[in-house]
């Protein structure tokens, strides 16, 4: 049976060091008694880590859950916000704080400027994007491997404290009548801090240090839909705040959130981690250290698998988390004319199917899929959501798709949980950072081909940027595939030098 270093620890134990060295003994046994453990498992005793476990870190997922709120919100209210912005460049209806965006399904619209506006929308939003994420993917490589030996509470906190900035830069904007190169300075900011993704990779690897080898996958994928159901929520929120009330109060209140999020990490959640304090921030031994992690086999084959994993989910996220301000331009134009509220339950309503189907389907079809078999079947409903979206010409149709992709969720969390498996201890922090480097890098690329793809594209055939999109994540189900049969076909590989080696222990005998 596998074991995880921290399996027998729990809140009330006082000698947390004994416990982990009795694990790490019967590890070593179940090891040489030939039980089936993770390639890894017996180097995860390397670790100089000394957790520290409470009640209190079940505080976790309630805090990402906060932060989730913000997560939902800002995507569809920035786009909606910057568009409505650049409407009133036009001498259109809407402006700073109106929550009227202007379509060509009104009778009063002119269909060539709604085009117009829609590229220079997208444009505006692939810079803001842009501005977020590149310092992102520094602070991710620095943040990550240094959260391994500072602790996990700094790469929580930090960013926060970047998106708080962030959040008050759009408020500045809004109040006080500013251009719109300040939001960009806002996003920066934000991007330096470490962004959203610092938070989730934070979040991963929190998880994974206070759960065993048996119960992460669950666990990784409760946390996922605690963030979905976040996402929900404040999705449906912020339609019906923009009908009401226009921008400056949805930002207001999203600052207020993160706030809440911030203060609640930085004085109730427990660190995991023992600081080492030799370990400096500024050093090129982070990057070294997630460059060797994927690049350096460490002799257990864990390199072909590491590495196709985080090819898989460069290429899914590049669709999933890049198109959003581009969906939702497509789906205020015709032939769908939704409005806010219309767009806010269409994005909550994949969030609400996908966080408990994912859940679910970790928790009782684990054991018959297998991790690999749980990927693809995240990567074939992802890219059946997209085929939905391609091809719908009528409102109620497009609405299938958050149906088909209900299992969307899957491919984040398996390679997380992929992963968390074949490394150590001590690199869970630079495993969870690349792949969250590996994600940011591509909405960066996904927004630059796809954001630039409709505003070049919008006035003659806008479906053909939802058709790159869905063959882009038709590849990525079948890379899954190879990765499953690779898997498996290496799995019966060693069982049968297993058996052969029993055989011969026999006959020798």
Not at 160 to 187: E, H, K, N, W
Not at 334 to 348: E, H, K, M, R, T
Request: glycine share 6%; net charge neutral.
């Amino acid at each position: 049976m596998k074991r995880d270093n921290h399996e027998n620890i729990d809140a009330t134990n006082t000698d947390v060091h004994d416990d982990i060295s009795a694990d790490v003994d019967e590890t070593a046994s179940s090891r040489e008694s030939g039980q089936n453990l993770p390639d890894t498992e017996s180097e995860k005793t390397g670790s100089q880590r000394k957790p520290v476990f409470s009640r209190y870190a079940m505080l976790l997922e309630p805090i990402m859950f906060v932060y989730a709120l913000y997560m939902g919100s800002i995507f569809p209210l920035m786009d909606q916000f910057v568009r409505a912005q650049i409407s009133s460049t036009y001498n259109a209806s809407g402006g700073h704080n109106s929550p009227h965006i202007p379509s060509v399904c009104s009778k009063n619209s002119s269909r060539h400027r709604n085009d117009e506006v829609d590229a220079e929308a997208s444009r505006w939003m692939l810079y803001t994007t842009t501005a977020a994420l590149l310092p992102g993917i520094v602070s991710l490589w620095m943040l990550g491997p240094y959260s391994d030996r500072q602790g996990r509470k700094v790469a929580i906190i930090v960013p926060q404290l970047g998106t708080l900035l962030r959040c008050i830069s759009v408020l500045a904007v809004i109040y006080f009548d500013l251009p719109l190169y300040v939001i960009l300075m806002g996003a920066f900011i934000e991007g330096a801090c470490g962004g959203i993704f610092m938070v989730i990779s934070a979040g991963f690897s929190y998880v994974a240090d206070i759960t065993t080898h048996e119960n992460r996958s669950f666990r990784i994928t409760v946390l996922d839909s605690c963030i979905s159901i976040g996402i929900t929520v404040s999705q449906v929120a912020t339609g019906y705040l923009i009908a009401s009330v226009g921008y400056f109060y949805p930002f207001l209140i999203l600052t207020a959130i993160v706030l809440l999020s911030l203060v609640a990490a930085a004085i109730f959640l427990p660190e995991t981690v023992t600081k080492d304090p030799l370990v400096r921030f500024w050093s090129l031994g982070h990057f070294r250290k997630a460059f060797n992690l994927y690049f350096k086999d460490n002799g257990t084959g864990r390199r072909w698998k590491l590495l196709l994993s985080l090819v898989i989910v460069f290429f899914s996220c590049s669709v999933t988390y890049a198109s959003f301000d581009v969906q939702t331009f497509y789906l205020i134009d015709v032939p769908f004319c939704l409005s806010s509220i219309q767009i806010g339950y269409f994005g909550a309503m994949l969030s609400c199917i996908s966080a408990p189907v994912s859940m679910l389907m970790t928790k009782f079809t684990l054991s018959i899929f297998g991790d690999s078999g749980l990927l693809l079947i995240g990567a074939v409903s992802t890219t059946s959501y997209e085929v939905v979206m391609t091809f719908s010409t009528k409102t109620f149709l497009i609405f299938m798709a958050p149906v088909l992709g209900a299992a969307v969720n899957l491919v984040p969390a398996m390679v997380r949980a992929i992963g968390s498996k074949l490394v150590k201890q001590d690199e869970e922090g630079a495993m969870f950072a690349t792949i969250a480097v590996a994600i940011v890098t591509s909405v960066v690329v996904g927004q630059s081909v796809f954001n630039n793809l409709y505003s070049a594209t919008v006035f003659v055939w806008a479906q053909l940027t939802f058709l790159v999109m869905m063959g882009t994540l038709a590849f990525t189900a079948v890379l899954a595939l190879v990765y499953l049969i690779k898997e498996r076909l290496e799995r019966q590989r060693r069982d049968t030098i297993d058996q052969s080696d029993q055989t011969s222990l026999l006959v020798n005998s």
